[in-house]
T-cell receptor, first 116, second 114 residues
């Protein structure tokens, strides 16, 4: 079973629109960590944010915000007033505290296209 | 700082050929790992190492070997390339045993096996 599900394969929005990328995870661990990475067309993977399972406080960083809800096992990512530079593939990932191999479980990614 | 450096950036192999993908990091990270990225499958862990001299298998280790003789380097070897190994390979590092530590990725190696 997928530990991290990103149901949205591709999303297109017009510049300045808001967009939310969904991430649903599955774990039996009580301590775990959630991450978002961005992969622009150039191909590198850029770390965006980390969230601990015991901290459900939402976070805002500029145009980016993250909504973590343990009750629904979701860690959604919203971009406000999208820009063309936001066009990328976005990956959500899960790391479990018991896993000494430090394996990250990645979703299949959501490809975001921002149309000028 | 260079961070995580991978070479080569692109490689084409014929079935049965062998090669080594190089990975080096200059952040003194104990933990290093290799992932492969395939369309519709996200990134999957191939092998990892928690320190020099220590390696272990990840989710998809078949067909790949690794070694870790120094903290800085973690090469990935394909002994006999197969078309199923066509993929983009990422090396990543982080602080040892810190599951909350984000992975720092190299820029990837795009491998095609014909």
């Amino acid at each position: 079973a997928q530990k991290v599900t990103q149901a949205q394969t591709e999303i297109s929005v017009v510049e300045k629109e808001d967009v939310t990328l969904d991430c649903v995870y599955e774990t039996r661990d009580t301590t775990y960590y959630l991450f978002w990475y961005k992969q622009p067309p150039s191909g590198e993977l850029v770390f965006l944010i980390r969230r601990n399972s015991f901290d459900e406080q939402n976070e805002i960083s500029g145009r980016y915000s993250w909504n973590f809800q343990k009750s629904t096992s979701s860690f959604n990512f919203t971009i406000t007033a999208s820009q063309v530079v936001d066009s990328a593939v976005y990956f959500c990932a899960l790391s479990e505290a018991w896993n000494t191999g430090n394996q990250f479980y990645f979703g299949t990614g959501t490809s975001l296209t921002v149309i000028p | 700082n260079a961070g995580v450096t991978q070479t080569p950036k692109f490689q084409v192999l014929k079935t049965g050929q062998s090669m080594t993908l190089q990975c080096a990091q200059d952040m003194n990270h104990e933990y290093m790992s290799w992932y492969r990225q395939d369309p519709g499958m996200g990134l999957r862990l191939i092998h990892y190492s928690v320190g020099a001299g220590i390696t272990d298998q990840g989710e998809v280790p078949n067909g790949y070997n690794v070694s870790r003789s120094t903290t800085e380097d973690f090469p990935l070897r394909l002994l006999s390339a197969a078309p199923s190994q066509t993929s983009v390979y990422f090396c990543a590092s982080s602080y040892e045993g810190a599951q909350n530590s984000p992975l720092h990725f190299g820029n990837g190696t795009r491998l095609t096996v014909t």
